[in-house]
């Protein structure tokens, strides 16, 4: 066994939730170790857009845009319906501009208020991400902070149990990959781990309808540090709420069709050239829907539309690059390559064109068609639906602290991101809108650090 470790606080996870963590609280005076599994920091947070929704935002102020925490908390329940963290969302909602100047301003994370489209679930123009929108670049400043900021981080160093002495979390026993175990006592325990998106046991159990889809998330996402935390005592709740996809290129390389496509006006319809429903309840609504149907789809566009997304997404470019996007000239031809009937196609293109002009209503009762009805050429792509992260978790109050179902905390345990409760609804992937991923990533995040920092200096006055 390795030397043994003492700081006040310790960290389960270098995603977002662990490196705000980390910044928060160094930056209040406490001495941190965040510990991360794998070989690389960044987890899903790396493989996300990086979008992080604020409400009242000096960038937003800036756009001329009007909004605020309770407009924010509003649209996100309207998205959702009822849900057990309605108490978490009013927080993070209230927190959200506060975070996302300090990651600006005192951490130098890029972030801009993307104004060209409102995203899923928000009313006005919301989310804030890298200049790329590509949640590499966010892992990336995350780190570059927490390097500048003093922060020790030990990779390939997964934790494999939590510490108890009593009732209370003291510490995280760890088994580098390539060293000798060892133990990290602790103030306080920060589980920033992720969910159980990468654990099919655990989404049988909670969310069995998306357990054989293929899962799009990072590897680490194995739902030990949740098991831990249930396993104490903590409140398990919105267990079954989970962030899908609906649009997967292709699974092996990794590669998503933009949502853009569907929001600028693109449809998706199934091998026998029809619609399944209204593509505009979102990415991960609409998963649910093809799941229902299928898992294959295809999703029609037109090059109006593809020019657009290559302009303004670069991540996108290699989807084009590697030829997942077909050219095609007319109705016959896009036809030939879903391999359904041209006739019944046709009509469902002509349908729903009426529909993007406002002739008629549409079947599915979808309002918005981005820049109108689609225009041959067209562009079509392959697509599957998937899991992107786990909605589910634990239950926390204001600070992050792990709460038993009596509403007592856990003493020294703490929880964000996904192995957190999320604020995306009780069940299902309808509930999602965009950004509460890393809002609940990077939101508890913050406050568990500077709480975690608090405890930490109320024991050395004490
Ligand atoms: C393709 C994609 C796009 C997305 N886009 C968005 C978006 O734009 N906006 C948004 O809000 N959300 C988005 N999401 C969801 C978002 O990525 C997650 O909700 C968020 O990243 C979770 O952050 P986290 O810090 O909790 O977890 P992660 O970023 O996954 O970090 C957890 C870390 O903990 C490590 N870990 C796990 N177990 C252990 C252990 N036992 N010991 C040590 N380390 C451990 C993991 O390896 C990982 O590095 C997207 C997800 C995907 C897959």
């Given at each position: 066994m390795s030397e043994d470790v003492s700081v006040d606080v310790v960290i389960v996870g270098a995603g977002a939730c662990g490196m705000v963590a980390a910044l928060a609280a160094v930056g209040n005076g406490a001495t941190v170790l965040l510990l991360e599994k794998l070989e690389n920091v960044g987890g899903n947070s790396t493989l996300s857009t990086g979008s992080i929704p604020a409400a009242g935002s000096r960038f937003q102020v800036a756009a001329g845009i009007d909004d605020n925490p309770a407009l924010m908390v509003a649209d996100l329940l309207e998205a959702s319906g009822p849900h057990e963290a309605e108490d978490l969302l009013a927080n993070m909602a209230e927190l959200s501009a506060e975070l996302v100047h300090w990651l600006v301003d005192t951490h130098g994370v890029?972030?801009?208020?993307?104004?060209?489209?409102?995203?899923?679930?928000?009313?006005?123009?919301r989310l804030h991400a890298p200049g790329d929108r590509d949640g590499k670049f966010l892992t990336?400043?995350?780190?570059?902070a927490c390097e500048k900021s003093g922060v020790t981080i030990r990779t390939s160093h997964p934790v494999v149990g939590?510490?108890?002495?009593?009732?209370?979390?003291?510490?995280?026993?760890?088994?580098?990959t390539n060293g000798q175990?060892?133990?990290v006592m602790a103030g306080s325990v920060i589980l920033a781990a992720n969910g159980y998106g990468n654990n099919k046991e655990l989404l049988k159990r909670w969310m069995p309808e998306i357990a054989d889809a293929q899962y799009f998330g990072a590897a680490g996402s194995t739902g030990e540090a949740v098991t831990w935390a249930e396993d104490l005592g903590a409140a398990m709740i919105n267990v079954s709420a989970y962030q899908g996809y609906a649009a997967i290129a292709n699974p092996e390389l990794g590669l998503l069709l933009s949502w853009t496509t569907i929001e600028m006006g693109a449809v998706i319809v199934s091998p026998e050239g029809r619609r399944v429903g209204d593509e505009s309840r979102g990415y991960s609504g609409f998963a649910s829907i093809l799941l229902e149907h299928g898992e294959t789809a295809f999703a029609v566009f037109d090059t109006k539309i593809r020019d657009?997304?290559?302009?303004?997404?670069?991540?996108?470019?290699?989807?084009f690059n590697d030829g997942l996007i077909i050219e095609v000239s007319g109705v016959d031809q896009l036809a030939a390559f879903i391999g359904c009937d041209s006739q019944t196609l046709g009509e469902t293109i002509a349908t729903t064109a009426r529909a993007a002009s406002g002739d008629i209503a549409d079947e599915f009762g979808r309002t918005n068609f981005g820049f109108g009805p689609l225009q041959a050429p067209f562009c079509v792509a392959k697509v599957t639906p998937g899991l992107f992260h786990t909605q589910g978790g634990v239950r926390v109050d204001?600070?992050?602290?792990?709460?038993?179902?009596?509403?007592?905390?856990?003493?020294?345990?703490?929880?964000?991101?996904?192995?957190?409760?999320g604020v995306s609804g009780l069940a299902g992937a309808e509930g999602y809108a965009s950004g509460n991923g890393l809002l609940t990533a990077a939101g508890l995040g913050y406050v568990a650090g500077l709480a975690s920092a608090r405890d930490a200096a109320e024991k050395v006055r004490n």
């Amino acid at each position: 066994m390795s030397e043994d470790v003492s700081v006040d606080v310790v960290i389960v996870g270098a995603g977002a939730c662990g490196m705000v963590a980390a910044l928060a609280a160094v930056g209040n005076g406490a001495t941190v170790l965040l510990l991360e599994k794998l070989e690389n920091v960044g987890g899903n947070s790396t493989l996300s857009t990086g979008s992080i929704p604020a409400a009242g935002s000096r960038f937003q102020v800036a756009a001329g845009i009007d909004d605020n925490p309770a407009l924010m908390v509003a649209d996100l329940l309207e998205a959702s319906g009822p849900h057990e963290a309605e108490d978490l969302l009013a927080n993070m909602a209230e927190l959200s501009a506060e975070l996302v100047h300090w990651l600006v301003d005192t951490h130098g994370v890029d972030l801009q208020l993307i104004t060209d489209y409102k995203h899923v679930g928000h009313s006005v123009a919301r989310l804030h991400a890298p200049g790329d929108r590509d949640g590499k670049f966010l892992t990336a400043d995350l780190l570059a902070a927490c390097e500048k900021s003093g922060v020790t981080i030990r990779t390939s160093h997964p934790v494999v149990g939590l510490i108890t002495e009593g009732d209370a979390v003291v510490g995280v026993r760890v088994e580098p990959t390539n060293g000798q175990p060892y133990r990290v006592m602790a103030g306080s325990v920060i589980l920033a781990a992720n969910g159980y998106g990468n654990n099919k046991e655990l989404l049988k159990r909670w969310m069995p309808e998306i357990a054989d889809a293929q899962y799009f998330g990072a590897a680490g996402s194995t739902g030990e540090a949740v098991t831990w935390a249930e396993d104490l005592g903590a409140a398990m709740i919105n267990v079954s709420a989970y962030q899908g996809y609906a649009a997967i290129a292709n699974p092996e390389l990794g590669l998503l069709l933009s949502w853009t496509t569907i929001e600028m006006g693109a449809v998706i319809v199934s091998p026998e050239g029809r619609r399944v429903g209204d593509e505009s309840r979102g990415y991960s609504g609409f998963a649910s829907i093809l799941l229902e149907h299928g898992e294959t789809a295809f999703a029609v566009f037109d090059t109006k539309i593809r020019d657009y997304v290559l302009e303004n997404e670069p991540r996108f470019v290699r989807l084009f690059n590697d030829g997942l996007i077909i050219e095609v000239s007319g109705v016959d031809q896009l036809a030939a390559f879903i391999g359904c009937d041209s006739q019944t196609l046709g009509e469902t293109i002509a349908t729903t064109a009426r529909a993007a002009s406002g002739d008629i209503a549409d079947e599915f009762g979808r309002t918005n068609f981005g820049f109108g009805p689609l225009q041959a050429p067209f562009c079509v792509a392959k697509v599957t639906p998937g899991l992107f992260h786990t909605q589910g978790g634990v239950r926390v109050d204001a600070h992050a602290r792990v709460i038993r179902p009596d509403g007592t905390p856990i003493a020294g345990l703490f929880a964000g991101g996904g192995v957190a409760a999320g604020v995306s609804g009780l069940a299902g992937a309808e509930g999602y809108a965009s950004g509460n991923g890393l809002l609940t990533a990077a939101g508890l995040g913050y406050v568990a650090g500077l709480a975690s920092a608090r405890d930490a200096a109320e024991k050395v006055r004490n």
